[in-house]
């Protein structure tokens, strides 16, 4: 797909499709009022006749309107004006491109990027607008014999801005965007290849993959045996019931000086959940493949960062496990030795993500890093508390905290902080162990966070539960990508790059 931004009256286009909106009740905006007098009143009489109303999603296609140079406009219903939000717009993106693209209007200007949003900037709509075209244009279909992909696609776009002043800006927001992406496509590829191809060494040859096609990525493993010298018998009692062994897989990237302390992004990568010996019920079970989301994030948010050349330095790890139940398993009632000494005492052997991220983070204390997060689909509580539309954000630094909640604003990848308050550590009280690995129902998303909390005191941390936004469920699952833009939007701040650069 090829972007990009010019500035331009909509009656000098020559192009297979046009793309003006219109808003409700029958509204022109603009750019379509100037369509509609050079076509002499052609389109405010085909409103008239109630053809098309103006709201939301509608769509209209036209063909040959007079005194039109380009072949089609396509009329976009965009709501009530005053309304237009960052939600509607990003939807009308989608849906226009879908519908352009099963058209066979193999390219279009589009004039959308024009429309005023509450708040937001032509970088931000240019930006957006990339992102949700090609997020709408992504399909998987590696594994299909019949790919049934349509016959003239969309191959080319070029959205327009309102000044020759605006250019730049929005070709940086075209460049900004691909590249953010193409990271989210990392992560949905990754996270939507079926289980028997996506394991634990299957993620070590992903980052193999990025190190060998950017001169800033070097990548390194730590396998079962390093792991266990390191004392890592959490992290390895997770991975024991199954035949694929664990692996974590470890991704620099050297785009700051030497001696500059690296921030270290962690990924929960467990390529398959089953539950272990506390086994989980078989409706939607498939869709634990999906438990590897926050490494496949990690792996995406590397992509961005490698092809944007970020200057500072970033290390992301994908912790790869895979729990299954088998006669090696682990089971309820063993108590682990974590590579930090502490105890755990095992009350549910699927609450595992968190044991496997106990030694992970631990291992990242060699890295002197200046902040840690992780990103693990950790808990069905999360769900339950803030559904698929936020991440769970939790953090003892305000500081951090309040970077990515700011990250999430500027990004549209929404996140919402849970407190961690000190009351709800005594949840995690064992009789036999320094703390158990389950806090019980109340709470859960929160008793997770505070359990990992035990083990990040050498650094400032920050934990993302992305259990509901990971994946979309259902006859149409899928993954979503997130929360890639807002860690890579994050990253981009913390390096420096705007609008400008």
């Known amino acids: 797909m090829e972007f990009s931004v010019k500035s331009g009256s909509p009656e000098k286009q020559r192009s297979a499709c046009i793309v003006v909106g219109v808003f409700e009740p029958r509204r022109l905006t603009a750019v379509a009022e100037q369509l509609d007098e050079i076509s002499e009143g052609y389109i405010s009489n085909l409103l008239r006749r109630g053809d098309l109303e103006g709201k939301a999603g509608q769509m209209l296609l036209l063909h040959h309107v007079p005194n039109v140079l380009s072949e089609r406009v396509l009329l976009v219903g965009c709501g009530k004006e005053r309304e237009l939000d960052e939600r509607q717009y990003k939807q009308i993106i989608a849906r226009t491109i879908k519908t352009l693209n099963e058209t066979g209007s193999m390219e279009a200007v589009c004039f959308l990027t024009e429309l005023h949003v509450k708040g937001r900037d032509t970088y931000w709509k240019v930006r957006q607008a990339v992102e949700a075209t090609q997020d709408s244009l992504y399909t998987f279909l590696q594994l299909k014999t019949k790919k049934g992909e349509p016959r003239r696609p969309l191959r080319k776009i070029v959205f327009n801005v309102p000044t020759r002043r605006e250019l730049t800006v929005g070709e940086r927001a075209v460049e900004h965007g691909l590249a953010i992406a193409a990271g989210a496509k990392v992560t949905k590829d990754v996270a939507n290849m079926p289980p028997n191809i996506c394991n634990p060494g299957y993620l070590w040859e992903q980052a193999q993959e990025l190190a060998s096609n950017y001169s800033s990525i070097s990548a390194e493993v730590v396998d079962e045996a390093k792991m266990n010298e390191l004392g890592m018998q959490a992290y390895l009692a997770v991975g024991r019931g199954s035949h694929n062994e664990s692996m974590m897989s470890i991704i620099h990237h050297q785009g700051g000086a030497a001696n500059q302390a690296p921030i270290v992004l962690v990924g929960k ?15 939607a ?3 634990m493949k999906y438990d590897m989301g926050g490494a ?14 970020l200057p500072i330095n970033v290390i992301g790890v994908l912790a790869g496990c895979e729990n299954m139940p088998d006669g090696n398993a682990y089971r309820p009632g063993d108590i682990l030795t974590t590579m930090s000494g502490q105890t755990v005492e095992v ?59 700011n990250a999430s604003e500027q990004s549209s990848d929404r996140a919402w902080r849970l407190p ?77 790059v705007n609008h400008e650069d």
């Open 296 to 309: 496949a994030s990690v792996l995406g948010v590397m992509h961005t960062v490698a092809e944007l050349n």
């Open 285 to 287: 079970m498939d869709e």
């Open 347 to 405: 009350l549910n052997t699927d609450a595992e993500g968190r044991l496997v991220l106990c030694d992970a983070l631990t291992y990242v204390e060699r890295y002197e890093p200046e902040l840690v997060i992780d990103v693990a689909t950790l808990t069905g509580a999360c769900v339950i508390a803030l559904g698929a539309h936020a991440t769970g954000l939790m953090s003892q630094h305000n500081p951090l905290a309040h970077e990515l909640l």
């Open 269 to 283: 990568g467990l390529t398959f959940d089953s539950g272990g010996i506390s086994i989980k019920p078989g409706e």
């Open 420 to 496: 961690l308050w000190d009351e709800y550590q005594s949840q995690l009280d064992s009789p036999f162990a320094d703390m158990t690995n389950l806090g019980g129902r109340p709470a859960g998303s929160i008793t997770a966070g505070c359990f990992l909390s035990r083990f990040t005191k050498k650094y400032n941390w920050a934990h993302l539960d992305i259990a509901g936004t990971a994946w979309r469920g259902g006859k149409h699952k899928g993954a979503t990508g997130r929360p890639v833009p807002m860690l890579s939007q994050f990253l981009m701040n913390r390096a420096g």
